[in-house]
């Protein structure tokens, strides 16, 4: 159980192009879901948080036009990379929670992640 | 100051032997831990929950020092499949956001 898939594993892309990676809960509902960004040798860096229905928190320095977040549905969320340019090249990784037991702080299970090449 | 650091490594270790990684932590607050493993090219994957007492886990053992803000990674017996990055995870905010270190390189050989 508590699989996240993510679509598509990778992208190679043009620079300017707009790049849209999905991010689903197949076995359960995710109330929470999280995006991350990891560049090569470095560790993973929260980009935002969404939460179904509601607009999504955005960590300081990232731009929330340029990275557009939707979480319409307890099993999908988006992320669009806008206006893509090299330095977006990245690992852009989801992750869900389901929020069942009501704790604080749940489980999270990762999506495999998507590799972004913007050339 | 990064709010999670861990020696980048890598590790070479032969195969059989144990080894142990450190992590730091600068938010006191913080109040959940944990180890997560990546290969190459994958997603993290959590290893173990990390709790006050210590904790066991077959060949893995963890540690927490809340006064010193510590964590500690032991691996018994290493595996050629052990070779990974280990990533030393803090729940720093509450609620479920969590700050990566950017991880241990450990490479098994026979």
């Known amino acids: 159980g508590a699989v996240v898939s993510q679509h598509p594993s990778w992208v190679i892309c043009k620079s300017g192009t707009s790049v849209k990676i999905e991010c689903r809960s197949l076995?359960?509902?995710?109330?929470?879901m999280f995006w991350y960004r990891q560049f090569p040798k470095q560790s993973l860096m929260l980009m935002a948080t969404?939460?179904?229905?509601?607009?999504?928190?955005?960590e300081q320095g990232v731009e929330k036009d340029k990275f557009l977040i939707n979480h319409a549905s307890l099993t999908l969320s988006t992320l669009t990379v806008t206006s893509a340019h090299p330095e977006d090249s990245s690992f852009y990784i989801c992750?869900?929670?389901?929020?069942?037991?009501?704790?604080?702080?749940?489980?999270?299970?990762f999506g495999p992640g998507t590799r972004l090449l913007v050339l | 100051r990064k709010e999670v650091e861990q020696d980048p490594g890598p590790f070479n270790v032969p195969e059989g032997a144990t080894v142990a990684f450190n992590c730091t932590y600068s938010?006191?607050?913080?109040?959940?831990f944990f180890w997560y493993r990546q290969d190459c090219r994958k997603e993290p994957k959590l290893l173990m929950s990390?709790?006050?007492s210590g904790n066991e886990d077959g060949r893995f053992t963890a540690q927490l020092n809340r006064a010193s803000q510590y964590i500690s990674l032991l691996i018994r017996d290493s595996k050629l499949s052990d070779s990974a990055t280990y990533l030393c995870?803090?729940?720093?905010?509450?609620?479920?956001?969590?700050?990566f270190g950017t991880g241990t390189q450990l490479k098994v050989e026979l």
């Open positions: 938010n006191s607050a913080s109040q959940s």
């Open positions: 076995d359960f509902q995710a109330t929470t």
């Open positions: 992750s869900a929670t389901s929020g069942e037991t009501g704790a604080l702080q749940e489980t999270q299970y």
């Open positions: 990390v709790y006050s």
């Open positions: 969404s939460n179904e229905g509601s607009k999504a928190t955005y």
């Open positions: 995870v803090v729940n720093t905010g509450g609620g479920n956001k969590l700050t």
